[in-house]
């Protein structure tokens, strides 16, 4: 009976494990195949915000920094697309517990503990007396290249080439568009920036579809 017990209860596990990992798998999938329509939206609204706040600092001789309704409108577009992904993904991976929904809580974590740090470190840059020329390139070139280090991580992590290929890119951008001067960084971090994540959205969606 102990044996028959026992066998039964390696069949249990052995079944729920089973059962664990499709249902993780599945999730997977689900992400993979609404990856396109985050990275869309996330690319748009990365256009959106920094093109804005190019077209607020254009004119600028000297650079004097963004005006409040070009950072409001940037507050709000980002806004949008965070509480969009929040709901988007959650429907992905509900019903999905464990391994799956504590990947995406550090993955959230990990986003906003570097923009808090990012923050943080550009106030203490502003303290200590630099230029607003200097917090312009900070303040466009930062985000990008806190992004292109999550994306290139998870990338490697996942073993998802694609994704490790953006970040890259993404890192190639940061180290560079700097160089574009206080001004030009904005409109060069809009389209090589959020436009990557667009171009990303247009061949996963083909990829999806073939």
């Given amino acids: 009976m102990k044996d028959g017990a026992d066998e039964e209860t390696g069949m249990d596990l052995q079944q729920a494990s089973a059962i664990m990992q499709e ?12 990856r396109p329509v985050l990275l869309a939206v996330w ?24 005006t409040p309704a070009a950072l409001l409108t940037l507050t709000m577009v980002i806004a949008a697309a965070a509480v969009f992904a929040v709901i988007y993904v959650g429907r992905a991976g509900s019903g999905v517990g464990g391994l799956s929904v504590l990947q995406r809580r550090i993955l959230l974590l990990s986003y906003l503990g570097g923009y808090v740090a990012l923050f943080t470190l550009e106030a203490a840059i502003d303290h200590a007396g630099a230029s607003r020329a200097v917090l312009g390139v900070y303040g466009a070139a930062a985000p990008i290249l806190l992004v292109a280090l999550i994306i290139a991580a998870s990338g490697a992590v996942f073993l998802d080439w694609s994704l490790l290929g953006l970040g890259l890119w993404l890192l190639a951008v940061a180290a560079g568009s700097g160089f574009a001067g206080p001004v030009t960084v904005w409109a060069v971090s809009a389209l090589a920036g959020g436009g990557a994540l667009l171009v990303m959205a247009v061949i996963g969606l083909r990829w999806n579809r073939s």
Avoid at 24 to 29: F, K, L, M, V
């Fill in 43 to 66: 690319g748009a609204a990365w256009m959106v915000s920094d093109g804005v706040i190019w077209l607020s600092v254009r004119g600028q001789r000297p650079y004097n920094g963004p």
């Fill in 23 to 34: 249902t993780g798998d599945r999730a997977r999938r689900a992400l993979v195949v609404r």
